[in-house]
């Protein structure tokens, strides 16, 4: 079985930096640990995304449709399709006192947060520091080694998998003659894009409620 753009898969991976095979991301707790990356904090799971919606990097994304069920695949990416090339405009000088007011002592390689925006010194010189804020694989070809495990078909599943995505946990969900509940506070604005955008994703689903915000 072949799988198209908005299909709802499974999938797990590897995802690797071309040059040198060091990991950046995966979902298979057993190959964290044998390559001494485990995280206790982490959750390792198959991963559950709609095909042609960008819930991976563009060239993974693009790279599944049309594959099959069950097979296991080495996709390479260029950067462009990756995580973007370096921008030169995202090299910024800052100035040494930024680090003072922290207490830190800026060194070469330091990851560090300014104005919300996290970058890597790149060098110091006198007051002035050179940060990337360019995204670490920033110009890195990549590679994932893929598997789709299998084609979700239940309406109940691809919302659970997909509110995960979004909301970055599980969330409770309730479907019953197409209409869902989700067990969670969002705001009236953000409900109206996120209904929106399961109604379309999943046309099973004709009406959608949350949770009502408590009012003090």
Known sequence: MKVQKGDFVEINFVGRVKENKQIFDLTDEKIAKENNLYDSKVKYNPLIICLGEKHVVPGLDEGLIDKEVGKKYTIEIKPELGFGKKDPKLFQLVSSNKFKEQNLKPIPGMQVSV??????????????????????????????????????????????????????????????????????????????????????????????????????
């Open 115 to 216: 104005d919300n925006m996290a970058g890597i010194i790149k060098s110091v010189s006198g007051g002035r520091i050179l940060i990337d804020f360019n995204h670490p694989l920033a110009g890195k070809e990549i590679e994932y080694e893929v598997t789709i495990l299998r084609k979700i078909e239940n309406d109940d599943e691809k919302l659970r998998g997909f509110l995960r995505l979004m909301l970055n946990k599980d969330v409770g969900v309730e479907i019953k003659d197409g209409k869902a509940h989700i067990d969670i506070e969002v705001p009236g604005e953000f409900a109206k894009l996120l209904e929106d955008k399961i109604k379309a994703l999943i046309p099973g689903i004709k009406q959608l409620s949350f949770k009502l915000t408590n009012k003090k």
